[in-house]
């Protein structure tokens, strides 16, 4: 797959290309097992409340999911390698059902980087 180049803001770094969808349950179950099949995680965090500050330590991605199914957490963001590229999958609980926002994180270009001695 192919996408487009990142736009690039004129004080810092490219931003993400982003997606965004509205998932089923069986949607869900889904991802986590492509991404169990096929990506390297890297962490996975959940978020309790929108008010609530995100724990920092990570926690397996079952135990995610289900405390995300039970509405335990209102989000859960799963950081992954997958075909050379950082990827991020937020999914949150809302009224209209689960949302995932997908984020393919920018390659940051060495070019015109010092080299080290």
């Given at each position: 797959?192919?996408s487009?180049?990142?736009?690039?803001?004129?004080?810092?770094p490219?931003?993400?290309?982003?997606?965004?969808?509205?998932?089923?349950?069986?949607?869900?179950?889904?991802?986590?097992?492509?991404?169990?099949?096929?990506?390297?995680?890297?962490?996975?965090?959940?978020?309790?409340?929108?008010?609530?500050?995100?724990?920092?330590?990570?926690?397996?991605?079952?135990?995610?999911?289900?405390?995300?199914f039970?509405?335990?957490?209102?989000?859960?963001?799963?950081?992954?390698?997958?075909?050379?590229?950082?990827?991020?999958?937020?999914?949150?609980?809302?009224?209209?059902?689960?949302?995932?926002?997908r984020?393919?994180?920018?390659?940051?270009?060495?070019?015109?980087?010092p080299?080290p001695?």
């Amino acid at each position: 797959m192919t996408s487009p180049s990142p736009t690039q803001l004129p004080d810092g770094p490219p931003l993400p290309e982003m997606r965004e969808a509205v998932l089923s349950r069986d949607d869900v179950l889904t991802l986590v097992a492509d991404l169990q099949a096929h990506a390297q995680i890297t962490g996975t965090l959940c978020k309790a409340a929108p008010q609530q500050q995100t724990p920092l330590h990570n926690i397996s991605l079952e135990t995610a999911v289900e405390q995300f199914f039970t509405w335990a957490v209102s989000a859960i963001q799963i950081r992954y390698a997958y075909d050379g590229h950082e990827w991020t999958d937020t999914l949150l609980n809302t009224p209209a059902g689960m949302r995932l926002v997908r984020c393919q994180h920018p390659r940051f270009s060495t070019a015109g980087s010092p080299r080290p001695q």
